[in-house]
């Protein structure tokens, strides 16, 4: 398929789940910030923690980089909210994101189905109607609860409606990519680099961070059914990381990842992203096993994903660059 | 007939439908029987049907109005089709073809052996001063011999009842879309109106033109990879970008992803570089190559008129075939028939006069509140003068601007535009003027799409039919000929269920197949 | 006895320098001194960094055209052109009055090149040129006082102008170059009927004494003006020089022709690539005493 429209599609999948993501960790925050653990509990996922996470990340296709913090610390809940959600001068806010969503989505009407469309078309409207700013006053759950649940509704008629090509494999892709590399960076965010891996049990001061953590991918019952103790942040970073059974987790993202590129993938077995992952996938099981440190290991992994997302770029969508004339 | 009866044919023009005496025609007796049966209100419900049938499906296109704003409506579509029996559509058929086919030898010899210049018949520097012609493809011979692929050429029918081309298009003609969108919309919205006709289909025009551009690809034994290049979104006509292209079933590729290596054009695709044989491009030469053409053009694909030197791409319509479709060049198509074919022209012109003789110009300065004047350089309908409707002032600003540079116009006489009954509020009837653009494809043959798409001045009186000056459609109706094993089509009848397994309840016969349309 | 002929030698080196890598880089180069009755290019060769197969044909002006694709990533681009050419001295031009431009024939022979491609109409310099040059008691005459006017008239400078600048910068009065002149030169030449061409070439501007062995120079431009035969044999082509004054000479060295510098610019392209380019470039030309031994050995 053509290389730009494969692209569209990659960062269509992308921009949806950095919306979402950055929903489910505003609302994270806010749900951690009206407990009152924020300032008790030394929880790390902030506003501030928030911010850096979001503001760090590079501009999309068709982005305008500004300046990543434009608002100086200490953080006042209410313009970081706004900043990152309703803020269309924010690149990384909700709104900016839905809005390219459904700008790449106009030039995909022939690819995805006709209800994937009118979903993120009716998804975009309702931004425009919903008075978010009133609502993030008052409080914002259900403004964040109304981008989940359509988020769902996308994927959930990408699953019902979308053949199973290389188009969704590209769509596929930008997710999967997406959310390995938000809870990456969440995690490096509020995990103390002197947390020990092989911790077990509950340490003190760190309850608020396993809760708020959870909160943030929306992961709490599947936790729970998962490893059946009360959340410590050990065990709580061990499950976003490696479980293999939970779609949240970044173990399970790089796999989706990798099945993806390899149906898209015309060679994948000299595909340089997908060999890549591979090589990813198998140093995470491995890391599973050691208890390395948990900085090194985030540290790392982060780094091999941006390689996989420039293999990404450079097999399926080659360099998109601007002509110029000279005389 | 109720709905006619204050039914006014313009004097000198004759109307498709209805005879000189207000009587239905042979062809056209069903037809308006059947819209008489159904009355005024049946034609004003479909109407509200039809708009939001449009917009919902983007069948828009866009026109500027009067405040400068660009809007997108839907593509006005008169509920009344205009009919045509079918040894009329024989004629008319013929007529093209041979005219298409003397363009055709035209655009070769100009780029060529300019023999028609040597014979005398048409002056170099009125070819070389076309800013249509194409320089940097002098010399270069298309893939097949076959310039204009894709051609629309405007007809009009005159008082007298015969056929005039009134102009040629080959350049990137458009509307091919609204046609086959309107028989649809027809058959949805009016589907009684169809009973008892047996209307040719047009919906076969996409494989047509894929068929012909595959035919003088130069693929080699490949399989030939055919695209539909747009300029994007932006364009007015992008709609119809996209339609042919998912109805061919072909990318649509835009500038970005097209390069040429070596002299051959590819494609970018997640798999590498996939050649690119033969490309239907709807951009104007000017922007199809900064290294060659415009040297601003962000449209363009540098490098793309070496591999069509070499032989490597065949673009559809070539380059440079817009020489053959100034209004300046369309005074000499009937001797290009005569000179290229030996033949007679069966479709006539209209009489047309360069304004760059001095005693051509003078008569025509005299006769300036009978003609039509038109700017050889624009399209769409903009910058036409009409005499008999002019005022004394615009006749005068009219003479001053061809004083002032004479070879910009050409004079045509006026052509009695013949009319339809065509529905102007409330389900009632009038005549408004039209016109016709037959769709042809050229590649190893000439074909035509039975019809095309007829033009309709919605204004009363007015006899500029384009949409961007506010235009209508009708759907063409050509009627098969007796005995013809052609599809009847849009025919509505009630479909039946197939039987369900295990259900005993009773009542479904299942056997019946429903014909397909 | 033979005309006098000069020879030259003739580098024409370019540089680009990119400030980050291009791709794609397509070029058109139209350098090669052309065959014609009183010129002859004996050797002519491209060589080009990174290195990459050369394409030529023939444009619609009859000027051959090099060219070429470097695909993959580059930061810099050398073209480095030498050419060996033979030229002669013109034959001197007839003198018709004006009538003999109103004949048909005239009119067909100057086909494209009596159409103005730039215009200023109501420019009060050029109506004034236009005035003065229309008084001249011939076309031959009118070609000379343009030749002569115009570097008389405006300012030789470079940067005043840009490479698509059209006449009305140079009639503003802040000075152009020798592509300006010649612009202005053909806009008053077709205004009196007078078919005139743009030729680009090599100028070898040697100063008075002729001691100059070499000079550094860059690409030079000049015009052609069609003129009728006295004996009412075909038109012929006759060349003037509106930023060095008078006819064209043996010290002119023709490229190729066309309706304005968009038809024949020495180099044009295109590459892929969010970077700037810096370029170099210059013409080196040096007389050679005598014609090469190889030519002598076939004559």
Redesign the interface.
Known sequence: MLARIAQELFWLGRDLTRAEHTARMLDGAFHADVAGALADRGVTLSWEGVVAIIGAKPPAPGEKRRAPTDVPPPFDRHEVAALLTIDMATPASIASCIDRARERARTLRDVISTEMWEALNSFFLSLGRYDLQAALITGPYSAYQEVKERCALFWGLVERTMLHDESRSFLEAGGRIEAADMVLRMLRVAVPADLSAAAEGAQPGHEGEAIALLHAVGGVQAYQRAVRYAPALPAVVRFLLYDDGYPGSVAFSLQALRAALHTADAQPRSSPPVLRLGRLIADLELQRRTHEGFDQTLERVQHELELVDHDIDERYFA?A??????? | MPEVDDYHVPPGCCDELLDAGGEPREHAASLLATLQRLGPDALVAAGERREDIFMQQGITFEVTASDGARRDRPFPLDLVPRVMPAGEWTTIKRGLAQRIRALNAFVDDVYHAHEIVRAGIV???LI??RPSFA??V??VRAPGGVYCHVSGCDLVRDGDGSWRVLEDNVRTPSGISYVIENRVAMTRLMPELFAGHRVRPIDHYPSLLLDALRVVAPAGGEDPNVVVWTPGPLNPAYFEHTFLARQMGVELVEATDL?????ICFMRTTAGLQRVHAIYRRLDDDFID??EFR?DSLLGV??LV?AY?EGTVAIANAIGTGVADDKAIYHYVPEMIRFYLGEEPILGNVPTYLLTNERTRREVLKRLDELVVKPTSESGGKGVFIGPHASAAEREHQAQLIEADPARFIAQELVHLSTAPTEVGEGKLAPRHVDLRPFAVFGDEIRIVPGGLTRVALREGSLIVNSSQGGGSKDTWVLAEDGADELASGTYRPRRPPRLPDVRYGGWSGQEQQQQQ | MPTAEMNFAIRYLTR?LYDADV??N?N?LRVKPNANGRQRCDEFNVRLDPEA?L?R?T???GTEVV?F?I?RPHRELTIDVRARVSTKEPSPPSETGWEALLKPSY??AG??F??QTDDAPGHPALEDLLATTRAASSPLAALMLVSELIPDRFQYRKGATY?DSPISHLLDGEGGVCQDFVHLGLCLLRHHGIAARYVSGYLFAANRDGSEESVEVDTHAWLQALLPTLDGSEPVWVGADPTNSGLARENHVKIGHGRHYA?V?P?????????G?E?HSGVTMTRLERPDPASLARS
Not at chain 3, 267 to 275: D, L, P, S, T
């Open positions: 360099i660059a601007l002509a110029a004339v000279h005389l | 002056p170099w520097s070389v001063s320089r940097p002098h010399g390069v040429v290596r070596d002299a900064p290294l040297p540098p490098g070496r030197r | 680009y791709v794609d397509l058109a197969r394409h044909h444009d619609y002006f060219e694709e695909s009119r067909e086909g494209e009596l159409l490479v038809d610019p180099i044009k392209g295109v590459y892929r690539g969010r970077a380019a370029l």
